[in-house]
Every structure is written in structure tokens, then in C-alpha cells.
């Protein structure tokens, strides 16, 4: 299984402001994914991130607000833009190796915004 | 698209009684459904899945069936313990522009009691 790890693990950020979150993978996947978890909520995708091409949203996220990045195989960024309370979650990656249909999930990243 | 029901939302039982989650699913060619289980401050962990061309699969206290003409799948936790108490996911794959996606469920809350 494919080890997830993020940073940071948590932060605390005023409202207007964005945050990056690392995503590292310690193997080569084809596919890494987004998601959000809202408090007592269950995940929710926000994109798909390939590496060399643009990332692809799902249905109520917008690149604006959630850019992302992904330059090679085993890295991805997720960037939580111009932040408002409603953004406090958490936000977790995944990766998906090909051929495979197992999706690994690290710790998370707790954001909460004032 | 694919959309993941998941019964009941809160679960109690006595240590070493039995537990049982049920989900159904929309889209008949979802093939790969996996349980997640999540502690409190950590992220969702695989804990056991099943393809479309198996009924049943069991690992140790663990097991899930699936019925595919009735879309449903479920998940069955034996001689549960303290520690089984967690939020438990179900899932299932949606194949979306060219690749597979996860659709969870809302989550189940289980309390296993001494």
C-alpha cells in the first residue's frame, strides 16, 4: 500500500487569506486525488490531478478557488484560495497507481478559518 | 452519476456482539466497492474491499457481501471490541472520465461498548 503523507498537518487562518497543502507519496501513482471532509461530514472529491496536465474539478469546485498542482508522480499541492469559515475542513489526497483500484488516504490536513 | 446510501448513520453494540452496515448503490457498473474505517483525528483507513465478480470476501472479524442485482453491499464486523468503535465509509467506483472515482457513503457511527 502506498504511503500518504501531508503538511501541515493542521493550521488555523483568517478569513481572505489562502493556504497550500503538500501531498507526498512514497511511490510513483498514476492519479492523485482531493477531497474534502467537512466536520461530521463524509469526503467529497474536489479534483482529479494528472501529472503533466490540468487538474479536473468535480462539480462545485472551481480551479479559483482550489488550484492545484502536480509536477511529477509522486507529488501534488493543493492551494485553499481567498478562505472564508466555510472552507474549515479537512482536506485529505489520495493516490491511485495504475492497474489498481485501492485508494490509500493519509492523515489530512485540518484547516479551520476564522 | 453514482450515488452511495449507507445504513444505519449510528450503530451501538455490546463488545462481542456482531455489527452489520448496509449500502446501496445507483450505477450498475460501479465493480469496486471498499470500506474505510476512521478514528477520531486521523484519516480514513482501508480496511477491507470487493470487486464486482465476488460475493463475498472475508478477512479475520471482517467481512463484506455483495449483492449485484440488488445493488446493495455490506460490511460485517464479528466479536466486535472497544477499539472496532469508528466511523466506517462505504464506496463505490464510478467510472468518469476515463478513470475510476470513489463515491462515498454519508458514514456510519459505530460505539462498541464494554
Known amino acids: 500500500s502506498a504511503v500518504i503523507s501531508q503538511k501541515p498537518s493542521r493550521d488555523i487562518c483568517q478569513r481572505g487569506t489562502s493556504l497550500t497543502i503538500q501531498c507526498q507519496v512514497d511511490?510513483?501513482?498514476?492519479?492523485m486525488f482531493w477531497y474534502r471532509q467537512q466536520p461530521g461530514q463524509s469526503l467529497t472529491l474536489i479534483a482529479t490531478?494528472?501529472?503533466?496536465?490540468?487538474?479536473?474539478?468535480e462539480s462545485g469546485f472551481v480551479i479559483d478557488k482550489f488550484p492545484i498542482s502536480r509536477p511529477n508522480l509522486t507529488f501534488s499541492t493543493l492551494t485553499v484560495s481567498n478562505m472564508s469559515p466555510e472552507d474549515s475542513s479537512i482536506y485529505l489526497c489520495?493516490?491511485?497507481?495504475?492497474?489498481?483500484?485501492?485508494?490509500?488516504f493519509g492523515p489530512g490536513t485540518r484547516l479551520t478559518v476564522l | 452519476g453514482e450515488n452511495v446510501e449507507q445504513h444505519p448513520s449510528t450503530l451501538s453494540v455490546q463488545e462481542g456482539d456482531s455489527a452489520v452496515i448496509k449500502c446501496t448503490y445507483s450505477?450498475?457498473?460501479?465493480?469496486?466497492f471498499p470500506w474505510y474505517k476512521q478514528e477520531l483525528g486521523k484519516g480514513p483507513q482501508l480496511i477491507i474491499d470487493?470487486?464486482?465478480?465476488?460475493g463475498e470476501k472475508k478477512d479475520q472479524r471482517i467481512a463484506v457481501t455483495l449483492n449485484k442485482t440488488a445493488k446493495h453491499f455490506s460490511l460485517h464486523i464479528t466479536e466486535t471490541q472497544p477499539e472496532d468503535s469508528a466511523v466506517y465509509f462505504c464506496?463505490?467506483?464510478?467510472?468518469?472520465?476515463?478513470?475510476?472515482?470513489?463515491?462515498f457513503g454519508a458514514g456510519t457511527r459505530l460505539a462498541v461498548h464494554p
Open positions: 489520495t493516490g491511485l497507481a495504475g492497474g489498481h483500484n485501492e485508494q490509500f
Open positions: 511511490s510513483q501513482v498514476t492519479m
Open positions: 490531478a494528472n501529472q503533466g496536465s490540468e487538474a479536473t474539478y
Open positions: 450505477d450498475s457498473a460501479s465493480n469496486y
Open positions: 470487493i470487486r464486482s465478480n465476488v
Open positions: 464506496a463505490a467506483s464510478w467510472f468518469s472520465g476515463g478513470y475510476n472515482k470513489l463515491i
